[in-house]
C-alpha cells in the first residue's frame, strides 16, 4: 500500500496517422465539458423559442386584426410568456455559469491539495542552514590582523549597530578571527595596538577571553544542520556561528538565538 492516493482520472495517449501521438483528456474532464456544452446548448435553444414565440405573438394583432378583448389577451399573454421564459432563462444561465465556477473551484481545490500531498512526501526541507534567512558579512566592515584598534574604531562609529569584528587574512582572506565589539570601546586597551596584539591583552584576562576565536564562534559551512550547529555551539558556549566557503572566506552569520527560534517554530 501506498503512502499516497492515484488520481482516477487518467490521462490516454491516442495513436494518430504518421506516427504522432496526442493525448487524451481524462474521462471526467471530458464528460464535464461535454454536460457544459449540453447546458449551454439548451439555454441558447429556450432563448430561441422565446425569441420566436413573442414574434408570433407580436405578429398575429397584425395580420388578423382584432378587438379590444384580442389585443388585451394578446398583451396578457405576451407579458405571460416573456416573465416565464425569462424566469426559466435567468435559472438555466444560473445553473450554467454556477456550475463552470463549480468545475473551476473543484480544479483548483484538487491541485492545491496535489502540491499539499507533494509536499508532505517530500518530507522536512528547512533543516539544513542554507535553508534559513542569514545576515552576510558585510566586506566593507573586515580587518586585517596588522590593523589597529583606532582603525575598528572608526568603522564601528560608521555602522552602528555592529557588534562584532571579523578579522581576516590579507592575502587570502580567509577568517583568521571573531572579536567582540565592546574590547574596541575598553579605554585601557590602547588605541595604537594591532588587532594581534589585542587579542593578546584580552586573553591576559578570564573576563575577557571568550570574547573572540573559539570561545565566540565557530565556523560552519551552509549545508551543516541547524540541530547539529546548534548542539555545537552550546557545547562550545559560544553565540555565533560563521558560514564559510571552501577557502574559509567568511559569508554569512547566524547567532545561538536565532537558531533557538527557528528550531523552536520548527518543531
Not at 410568456?81 to 426559466?88: C, I, K, S
Request: net charge neutral.
Amino acid at each position: 500500500m501506498t503512502n499516497h492516493q492515484e488520481n482516477n482520472t487518467h490521462s490516454l495517449t491516442v495513436p494518430e496517422a504518421g506516427g504522432e501521438s496526442r493525448t487524451k483528456e481524462p474521462l471526467g474532464k471530458e464528460i464535464d465539458r461535454r454536460g457544459s456544452t449540453m447546458s449551454f446548448a439548451l439555454v441558447t435553444t429556450m432563448l430561441y423559442i422565446l425569441g420566436a414565440l413573442v414574434f408570433v405573438l407580436l405578429l398575429l394583432p397584425l395580420i388578423g386584426g382584432g378587438s379590444d378583448k384580442q389585443m388585451e389577451y394578446y398583451k396578457w399573454a405576451l407579458t405571460t410568456l416573456a416573465g416565464t421564459f425569462g424566469a426559466w432563462i435567468g435559472a438555466g444561465a444560473a445553473y450554467f455559469f454556477g456550475k463552470e465556477n463549480l468545475v473551476e473551484s473543484s480544479t483548483s481545490t484538487e491541485k492545491a491539495l496535489s502540491l499539499q500531498q507533494k509536499l508532505f512526501q517530500r518530507g522536512p526541507q528547512f533543516e539544513r542552514i542554507q535553508d534559513m534567512v542569514l545576515t552576510p558579512i558585510n566586506p566593507n566592515f573586515m580587518f586585517t590582523p596588522g590593523q589597529s584598534k583606532s582603525d575598528v574604531l572608526k568603522k564601528l562609529k560608521t555602522f552602528r549597530g555592529y557588534w562584532f569584528v571579523p578579522v581576516v587574512d590579507e592575502l587570502t582572506r580567509k577568517l583568521h578571527d571573531i572579536i567582540h565589539g565592546q574590547i574596541f570601546w575598553d579605554p585601557s586597551i590602547a588605541e595604537t595596538l594591532t588587532l594581534e596584539a589585542v587579542t593578546t591583552e584580552i586573553d591576559k584576562k578570564d573576563e575577557t577571553k571568550k570574547l573572540h576565536g573559539e570561545g565566540l564562534y565557530i565556523e560552519i559551512s551552509s549545508n551543516d544542520k541547524v540541530s547539529d550547529v546548534y548542539k555545537s555551539l552550546t557545547r562550545r558556549g559560544a553565540e555565533l556561528a560563521i558560514v564559510v566557503d571552501d577557502q574559509g572566506k567568511p559569508l554569512q552569520c547566524v547567532t545561538k538565538n536565532d537558531l533557538r527560534i527557528y528550531l523552536r517554530l520548527a518543531d
